[in-house]
């Protein structure tokens, strides 16, 4: 039987660590985003909407994109998965790592080991099905673990909800990105409403004159 009628989807329920690491390393799961937080554990689909799609290869784009322009040293990372073995794991839509860090994860890495390096400077939800977990839980789990920056795509009203975390787990909404200085968030949004209304590639263009 699938794996998927076995579980709820895109709910959070009870589990031990060693049950949510035996249905995440399945094979059975290898369509499945996984999340484990708290003692408890969720699964999304990898596979989304068009809409989730789209808005998710723009956002790629144009930050790579403001990053390669301003020479940035930076390492994007697309559905990555991070683990912090017996308490928390993740698989954001999108991560990167900035400065120091940017070549920080060996090649040959299948699952980023936050108890051997440090986890991304920048990560990223694209919030359509998902969007009220990403402003809730998930938000939670990343200022614990101390994610320097998340940022969430609401997909439906072409906004980035954007915070800043402190070591200290405490966060702040900002317009401008803080890990990647320079980076308006508007410039960003405007992107994604562009988008409802001409082709993406027309967009892109429009996104690196803005840069």
Partial sequence: ????????????????WDEYVTLA???MSANLKGYYHNGRMRFEPISTGSDHSTDHALILFAVSFFIAQRQIQATAKNAC????TGCDEFQPDASYYVGLNANVIP?????????????????IEIGDTSLSDDKGEKRLLYEELGIPEYWIIDV???QIIAFAIAP???????????????????ILEQALQRSR???QSLTVAWVMQQF
């Fill in 197 to 199: 209304q001409e082709t």
């Fill in 156 to 158: 439906q009203q072409c």
């Fill in 81 to 84: 998965s991070y683990r912090k």
């Fill in 168 to 186: 200290d787990g405490s966060s702040r909404r900002i317009h401008e990105s803080q890990v990647l200085p320079g980076l308006r968030l508007e």
């Fill in 1 to 16: 039987m699938p794996l998927q009628t076995q579980i709820p989807l895109e709910t959070w329920i009870s589990a031990t």
């Fill in 25 to 27: 390393d399945s094979p």
């Fill in 107 to 123: 090649r040959g890495t299948r699952v980023i080991d936050l108890d051997l390096y440090p986890g991304p400077d920048l990560v």
